[in-house]
């Protein structure tokens, strides 16, 4: 069986990230499959562990990146998160495109540990549009929306570092655009 292939998403907070992930895993021709992650915070109500999160206490996360088990990790909040690399490479053993959805310094750390992954960032139509999306959800202060902000801005200045560039106008074409990339380099 052919291994399958390590795919990274990635691009600042509000960009559509999950909606297009979840439009592309509609394609199942794609074999694709998500990558879970690893977290010190507590299960909230109705999460499931192994398929929300792996719930782990800050030691065993700790050990687990001194052990080098971790594709990545980033701490948020006084919680850790991470991707399991045991995790991740038995998807990518039984055949299956596992997709990161991370973040840009996620992104970044498992780029360096795997220089062949496929990695594609999401960037929106302009900063404006960006900006409208963030407000259009209503849920954060205006401090914290600046500072969103400021760190998509920051962030679309990495997107160089990636082997591909997509412009979310619509989830739709956007979905397209990467299930095309994923066809191209597993073919």
């Known amino acids: 069986m052919k291994r399958g292939l390590l795919i990274i998403l990635s691009g600042p907070s509000g960009v ?29 109500p109705g999460e499931r562990e192994g398929i929300d999160y792996f719930f782990v206490d800050v030691d065993t996360f700790k050990k687990k990146i001194e052990q080098g088990e971790l594709l990545e990790y980033a701490q948020f909040v006084g919680n850790y998160y991470g991707t399991p690399k045991a995790y991740v490479d038995q998807l990518l053993d039984e055949g299956k495109n596992v997709v990161l959805e991370i973040e840009v310094q996620g992104a970044l750390q498992v ?17 404006e549009e960006l900006e409208r999306r963030i407000r259009g959800r209503k849920t954060e202060a205006e401090s914290v929306m600046q500072e969103r902000l400021a760190k998509a801005e920051r962030e679309i200045k990495t997107k160089d570092s990636y082997k591909h560039v997509v412009v979310n106008n619509t989830v739709e074409q956007a979905a397209n655009e990467i299930a095309d990339i994923i066809r191209h380099n597993i073919n």
């Open 111 to 127: 780029m360096k540990k795997v220089p062949d992954a496929l990695t594609i960032f999401l960037v929106p139509p302009s900063m």
């Open 16 to 44: 559509g990230k999950g909606t297009v992930r979840e439009q592309l895993f509609k394609e199942e021709s794609l074999n694709l499959a998500y990558s879970i992650s690893m977290t010190t915070r507590y299960k909230r």
